[in-house]
């Protein structure tokens, strides 16, 4: 049964980079926007190495889910990047539909999504990358979030609460050196709280952002 975990995180902070470590022979990525990765390692990924796809629709993107499990067993790691983005291009198509059917219709479509990678057959890890939003009270940031297409939507479904594993990504200086972290459980930061989380002892509270340890401890975890 495949183990998903969410990432969580600004532009710039890690979450793309930390698929630098994987096997690209053993990697599949689903691009939602069509963006260069940001390492070397870009060049072994594409459409011609038959372990890259790029779109934005939920139908496709749970079809080829489905197409690794049943026929690719080359490929143990999979990795959707801005997949947060796959709710706000339904939403901006569906602009003129009045009413809330559209928003429980996106809500489920993620779902359908995120229920596919729970339940694909065989030793798959994957990775859902999704870009946070400040949760605000009374003018204050109290919360890291994650970005759906507002209110209405995050009052019926969090993906988050779908999932046991999910990372928050930090970056801090030290020594003039930047540091790029993944935060796996619950913690208060200056007075605002990131929601991460995991398996008890699955991981330190903070990680380097390296995907090949995250799917490698996973692994051994559940084994």
Not at 171 to 178: A, N, S
Not at 181 to 202: H, L, Q, W
């Amino acid at each position: 049964m495949a183990k998903t975990v969410i990432i969580v995180g600004e532009s710039g902070t890690g979450k793309s980079s930390s698929l630098r470590s994987l096997n690209s022979k053993e990697t599949y990525i689903i691009k939602v926007i069509d963006k260069e990765l940001p390492f070397r390692e870009d060049k072994n990924y594409s459409t011609a190495l038959k372990n890259l796809a790029v779109t934005s629709k939920s139908e496709d993107i749970v079809a080829i889910l489905k197409g690794i499990s049943k026929s690719r067993p080359d490929i143990k790691n999979i990795i959707i990047d801005d997949i947060g983005f796959v709710m706000t291009k339904e939403f901006f198509d569906r602009s003129n539909e009045s009413g809330f059917v559209k928003f429980t219709d996106i809500a489920k479509h993620m779902q359908e999504i995120i229920q596919t990678c729970e339940n694909l057959e065989g030793d798959l890890t994957i990775a859902l990358m999704f870009h946070v939003e400040n949760v605000v009270s009374d003018g204050i940031i109290v919360e890291k979030g994650l970005k759906t297409i507002g209110k209405l939507l995050d009052q019926a479904y969090d993906p988050r609460a779908t999932v046991s594993t999910v990372f928050y990504t930090d970056v801090k200086v030290e020594k003039e050196t930047t540091v790029y972290e993944f935060i796996t459980n619950r913690v208060v930061v200056k007075g605002v709280t990131i929601p991460a989380k995991s398996p008890i002892d699955m991981f330190e509270k903070r990680i380097p952002n390296d995907l090949q340890f995250v799917f490698n401890r996973i692994r051994e975890y559940y084994s």
